[in-house]
Structures are given as structure tokens and as C-alpha cells.
């Protein structure tokens, strides 16, 4: 297992598998790599034509967690691993994951261009409701008291799962893995809520991102993601957004992938909106 060593002293461990320009996926609120099978699907679909690292974010799956925990230690790891890499790199986030990386790209790291899957805000006037505003510090007390459970089941509700469908969760070989992860969902939260769409504005650091970004939703998603992708795209100096036909929050790997390979292939830049059949 292959691992580097953030700024912090955290071990991050990763996989890598191609050869070429350098693509890092950076997972959202509920994967990592030995629970997402896809993403090494997606890895191995583009290693012909680039250098793809997955890894475990800090806290789950074979990575270290030094606590306490602040978003700018996540763009330490980043930095790291593009420091593997060979110095620069394109990133791939998923959901909240989205978020991560477009702060990582803002923050001046060397990015070389980045893909954002369904940033998961959700805007006024949307059919579902937004976190609530102790969404973080209700996790974080849970983590606190050690009910791990509770943070996972918690962040379900938030997201629309029936409690019926919770409860099945809960009876599943899926849970102890939902509960490993249970104290790092918070870390989504804190990215999410420092850039959450406020009084009509993300973030005026969003605008340093200025690299080539393209902007996904799939169309058989969540309601609220359409309009969560349009309006991070249109706060984007370059910024390309599409939509994926036939695809939820979970892309296929065989869907995504050459919408990936042809984005990062392309020398132009622009503001397009096509989408993809």
C-alpha cells in the first residue's frame, strides 16, 4: 500500500495505476476506496491515457486521521500528492468531494484542471431543505460521545433516506463501514458550510480558480443538483457544464469516462452547456 505523508505527519494512502497526465479523485462525503468499487473501475478505464491516483481521505479507510481536524489539512494532502505525481495535476471530486477540490484548485495549488460531479448545495427556493445550521456541530457532538452510528444515521436523514430505508442500512454488512466513517462526515460539513451558497454568493476565493472546469450533474439525481451545478459553474472564470443522460449521484464509470477523457484532452477553454446523451 502505497502512502505519502501530509504536512501534518498523516499517512495518506493512495493507488495509482496508468501513465500520463496526472488525474486525482477526490472522494465525496461517504467513499473511499475499498467501499466504492467504481472508482478503481474508472481508474483502470483511464489509465491508457493518464496517471489516475484514487485515495482514502483522512479518517477512512487505510489513511491516517491527526486530530483536530481543519479543512486546510485536506488541501495538505492534496498538495502532497500532487507533489507525487510530479508537481501538477487535474482532480476529479465527487459531491462534497467536488467542493474539496474546487477550494484545492482555489487555493493556488498547481491544478491543471478540474471536474466537478454534483457539488451538492442546495440553493433557496429548491424543492428539499438544506442543512440545518448546527448541521456540523450535531455531528461533531455525536463523534464526541463516540456514537459513530448516530453520525452516519444522521447524515442519512439529512440527505432524504427514509428511516425505513435506515433501518435496513443499519441491518446491513454496510453499516460497520458507515460507522468507521461516521466521525469524518463532519469534515464534509465544514467544507460544504464554508462555501455554501449565502445571500445569493458562493465564495469570491472560488474566482482564483481559474483553470479549465467542467461542471457535471446527472439527470436522474437528486432535483436540487441542476441548479446547484449552473450556479457553481456560473461563479467559474472557465467553466464547462453538462449533464450526464441516465445518471445519479453514483456515475457509471463507462458513462463518465470519456466525457472525462475528452475534457481533459482538450487544449480550449470555454463556457459550454451540452448535454451528453
Known amino acids: ?13 493512495y493507488s495509482r495505476v496508468g501513465d500520463g497526465p496526472a488525474l486525482i479523485i477526490v472522494c ?11 472508482l478503481a473501475v474508472l481508474a483502470n478505464l483511464l489509465a ?4 489516475v491516483i484514487t485515495y482514502d ?19 495538505e494532502d492534496i498538495a502532497v500528492l500532487i507533489d507525487a505525481v510530479g508537481g501538477h495535476a487535474s482532480l476529479l471530486g465527487y459531491s462534497s468531494g467536488s467542493v474539496v477540490a ?15 460531479y454534483e457539488p451538492p448545495f442546495v440553493l433557496p427556493g429548491q424543492p428539499f431543505p438544506p442543512p440545518p445550521a448546527d448541521y456540523v456541530a450535531t455531528l461533531e457532538g455525536f463523534t464526541a460521545k463516540g456514537d459513530d452510528g448516530a453520525s452516519a444515521e444522521y447524515f442519512m436523514r439529512s440527505i432524504g433516506m427514509p428511516q425505513e430505508m435506515i433501518e435496513g442500512a443499519k441491518q446491513s454488512p454496510m453499516w460497520p463501514i458507515m460507522m468507521s466513517i461516521g466521525p469524518t462526515i463532519a469534515y464534509d460539513g465544514h467544507f460544504m458550510f464554508d462555501g455554501y451558497y449565502a445571500a445569493g454568493k458562493f465564495p469570491v476565493r472560488w474566482k482564483k480558480a481559474t ?11 437528486f432535483p436540487f ?21 441516465g445518471q445519479d449521484h453514483g456515475p457509471k464509470p463507462d458513462v463518465l469516462a470519456p466525457v472525462l477523457g475528452e475534457f481533459l484532452a482538450d487544449t480550449r ?9
Open 1 to 13: 500500500m502505497p502512502v505519502v505523508t501530509s504536512k501534518d505527519g498523516t499517512e495518506i494512502a
Open 28 to 38: 465525496g462525503a461517504t467513499q473511499f476506496r475499498a467501499f466504492d468499487p467504481n
Open 48 to 51: 491508457p491515457s493518464h496517471t
Open 57 to 75: 481521505r483522512r479518517g477512512r479507510g487505510e489513511s491516517g486521521n491527526t486530530l483536530p481536524f481543519s479543512p486546510a489539512r485536506e488541501l
Open 102 to 116: 474546487l477550494e484545492a484548485a482555489a487555493s493556488g495549488l498547481p491544478v491543471d484542471k478540474l471536474v466537478m
Open 211 to 221: 483553470m479549465p472546469v467542467l461542471v457535471l450533474n446527472g439527470d436522474a439525481s
Open 225 to 245: 443538483m441542476p441548479a446547484a451545478a449552473d450556479a457553481v459553474a456560473a461563479v467559474l472564470p472557465d467553466a464547462t457544464r453538462r449533464t450526464l443522460a
Open 269 to 277: 477553454t470555454g463556457h459550454l452547456t451540452q448535454p451528453v446523451q
